[in-house]
């Protein structure tokens, strides 16, 4: 029904406005591809198709930003394509932003169904992912913040957290089920999430149906360029590039720049210090959109139980870290001292095995083992942060492997 709307739709402006109309046939086929790809975008399980749709994605939108470009130099832009870049670029960015993350992500109000179906819809329009997607991906990227499991840590690489990490998706892909159950029980989430190829759609038609072709270009195709690397810049340029405001167990920075494009989101190393907090910018100066317009909700009684930050938790935020970050340290310094001395009983180990038995296989092994435990030794004292779990895994890893070094040294050992 969608794509019959859209194809009528297309031939009605194009023979109203054009001098010179397109043909049935190529409208149809853009049609066809349009659909097909935003009901992949959303569907598709194969891993070559997934790659296939998102190179798409991502490339054609910067072609047709280039084609804008020579639009504009050429003087062939008018001020209902400016117009509908401006509005469906600010509906849709606080969409993600007030929608997906503050409200659906970390619950950081309370609306009534209306309220929430609206800016989830106006979250799906911004082509960002379907609700259950985004949710969770940014919930297993909170539980994992730039360590390994994180979904778009800039770890490894800049272009890797920007997004290059939406090609791995079969490997590192965040299930709902396990990151986000309680959405899987929102009937508005649900219904909003298998539905969102036709908001995906709509988002594309109504700028069509206004302002015809430039009007899908700049309302559709250039809006959703910058949308993705506006967003997808929250991954790697507030990761590398910022202030700290608060000390965190990840490398989240403030970047206010970034802010200013994306209504608040920039101010994201006050996110990871306060992830519920419906208010990022924490200062008057620190510009957050997002949050205005949840205050102004709030203020005429749309939206209620707002979470918000006291000057109390605050300090208590950075009182605990500071406690943490001491015990941490001496954490670090005690598994240090592991490694350094398995490495020496390994290192002894292996001066037996070379006075008591010629065994070249043997004497790889321990080597082996050696060169795990000073893998483990620089990742101590290479990593800004190294959180508890980390810690434990690394001195699991040490204990395993000083283990099997003396195993291996009594099965050759001679009687």
Not at 61 to 90: E, H, M
Not at 142 to 165: M, Q, V, Y
Not at 327 to 351: F, G, P, T, W, Y
């Amino acid at each position: 029904m969608i794509m019959g709307i859209l194809f009528f739709g297309s031939v009605i402006v194009s023979h109203t406005y054009l001098a010179r109309p397109i043909p049935l046939w190529t409208l149809a086929s853009m049609i066809v591809i349009v659909g097909f790809l935003a009901a992949a975008t959303v569907l598709t399980r194969s891993e070559w198709l997934h790659k296939t749709v998102l190179l798409f994605y991502v490339i054609a939108p910067f072609l047709c930003l280039l084609w804008g470009i020579f639009l504009l130099w050429n003087r062939y832009v008018f001020a209902t394509d400016i117009l509908l870049l401006t509005t469906f670029y600010t509906l849709t960015m606080l969409g993600v932003g007030v929608g997906y993350h503050r409200m659906l992500t970390h619950h950081g109000f309370d609306a009534s169904t209306p309220i929430r179906f609206l800016w989830i819809v106006l979250g799906i329009m911004s082509f960002n992912g379907t609700p259950l997607f985004w949710a969770a991906t940014h919930i297993k990227h909170h539980a994992h913040s730039d360590d390994e499991g994180d979904p778009h840590s800039p770890l490894h690489g800049f272009w890797h957290a920007h997004f290059g990490w939406l090609f791995s998706l079969c490997k590192t892909e965040a299930k709902a089920e396990e990151f986000a159950p309680h959405l899987l029980q929102d009937h508005v989430v649900i219904f909003a999430n298998n539905t969102a190829g036709i908001w995906m759609l709509l988002s594309l038609l109504i700028p069509f149906l206004i302002g015809g072709w430039t009007g899908l270009l700049w309302g559709g195709a250039v809006r959703i360029f910058l949308m993705n690397h506006v967003g997808w810049s929250t991954n790697s340029i507030c990761h590398c590039f910022g202030k700290r405001t608060f000390e965190t167990t990840d490398e989240s920075r403030n970047n206010w720049i970034l802010a200013l494009l994306d209504f608040g989101e920039g101010w994201h190393n006050n996110h990871h210090a306060f992830p519920t907090n419906a208010f990022h910018g924490m200062r008057w100066w620190q510009l957050d959109l997002s949050g205005f317009i949840i205050r102004t909700m709030e203020w005429t009684g749309l939206i209620w139980n707002v979470q918000r930050v006291s000057r109390e938790a605050e300090a208590a935020h950075r009182l605990n870290v500071a406690r943490s970050q001491s015990a941490i340290q001496s954490l670090r310094v005690k598994l240090m001292h592991s490694v350094d001395a398995a490495n020496a009983e390994i290192q002894k180990l292996c001066q037996a095995s070379i006075e008591s038995v010629d065994h070249q296989t043997l004497q790889k092994q321990l080597n082996e083992s050696v060169k795990t435990l000073e893998k483990i030794r620089s990742a101590i004292v290479s990593s800004l942060h190294l959180k508890r779990p980390r810690l434990a895994a690394y001195q699991k890893q040490v204990e395993i492997t000083l283990e099997h070094a003396r195993k291996t040294m009594l099965r050759v050992r001679p009687a």
